[in-house]
């Protein structure tokens, strides 16, 4: 891959990681229509998923200070042998990240294949895109009348229970369909569960964590096993490992700033720009379709 499609994804990939609006969805659509590699071509190659520890890293930089806290908070309760409770905030919210982690690698395990084999197609990625808009939109409804019922008062990332971790991370796996927006999803429920906006967004990123990194190592991985398998692709590795490389660093550096962005916009204003803008998308991902531009 030349080295400028490696900055065109990345920034791709920077942008729309953490805004409501599903990277994948958007990298699989520039690389048909600029690179002319179709979603089904492109369902195994790292690249897509590799470039997402540049944006994980972007979150252990923004939230550097909140990460090593809930880094400190699990070491106590480790240390104190507290494996239901938390004698800090920051200690059940690790613990909650990691119960809300596992619906997402319990699907991804079971339904990897199906899911890459019925959604990596345009159509499929338009239809959930616009679902995904209208679930967010009905979760901002619903949380400005459940805020208006209590007074106005809405939980923060401190209130977050274990319920509430599990139908997040339920939300989280369905984002394993392009076009869900993992972002999106889990703002999403963390919307119908109560929580502020700002404060669905920090858990959304910090949930998102474990998930991401683990994901981006492990097609990292199984690419070096196929290129280890394989002397064709052994000629092309210095090629393959700098575009990886570039991908990856450009899309750490635009989504710290797309995370600055997200969190800022979020204290003043609703998610339906971003509804508006994915249901815009799925229309036109639709109409290229329908005109022959983009593959079925």
Not at 164 to 184: E, H, K, N, T
Not at 240 to 249: D, E, R
Request: glycine residues 8%; positive net charge; hydrophobic residues 55%.
């Amino acid at each position: 891959m030349p080295i400028w499609q490696a900055v065109l994804l990345g920034v791709v990939q920077g942008l729309t990681e953490f805004l409501p609006i599903s990277s994948t969805a958007h990298l699989l659509l520039v690389q048909e229509l600029f690179f002319g590699r179709t979603p089904e071509e492109l369902k195994d190659d790292p690249m897509t998923v590799v470039i997402q520890l540049g944006t994980v890293a972007a979150v252990f930089i923004y939230f550097r200070h909140d990460v090593v806290a809930l880094v400190k908070g699990f070491f106590r309760d480790l240390y104190e042998n507290r494996i239901f409770t938390s004698a800090t905030v920051e200690g059940k919210l690790t613990k909650l990240i990691v119960v809300g982690t596992v619906p997402a690698v319990a699907v991804g395990l079971v339904l990897k294949k199906w899911l890459k084999a019925k959604f990596y197609n345009s159509p499929a990625i338009a239809v959930v895109a616009i679902v995904f808009a209208l679930l967010l939109a009905a979760a901002e409804w619903y949380a400005a009348r459940r805020a208006a019922r209590a007074g106005g008062k809405q939980r923060t990332e401190a209130d977050v229970t274990y319920a509430d971790a599990v139908f997040i991370g339920l939300f989280q796996a369905l984002a394993l369909m392009p076009g869900g927006s993992r972002s999106g999803t889990t703002i999403t429920a963390g919307l119908f569960a109560g929580l502020t906006r700002p404060a669905a967004a920090r858990f959304s990123f910090l949930l998102s964590l474990p998930i991401v990194f683990a994901a981006g190592v492990k097609e990292l991985y199984d690419w070096y096993k196929d290129v280890k398998a394989s002397p064709e692709l052994q000629h092309t590795v210095s090629d393959q490992v700098a575009a990886l490389a570039v991908g990856t660093v450009v899309s750490f550096v635009v989504g710290y700033w797309s995370i600055a962005f997200l969190m800022a916009y979020l204290r003043r204003h609703s998610t339906m720009v971003f509804v508006v803008y994915r249901i815009v998308l799925g229309a036109v991902i639709l109409g290229l379709v329908a005109a022959g531009v983009v593959a079925r």
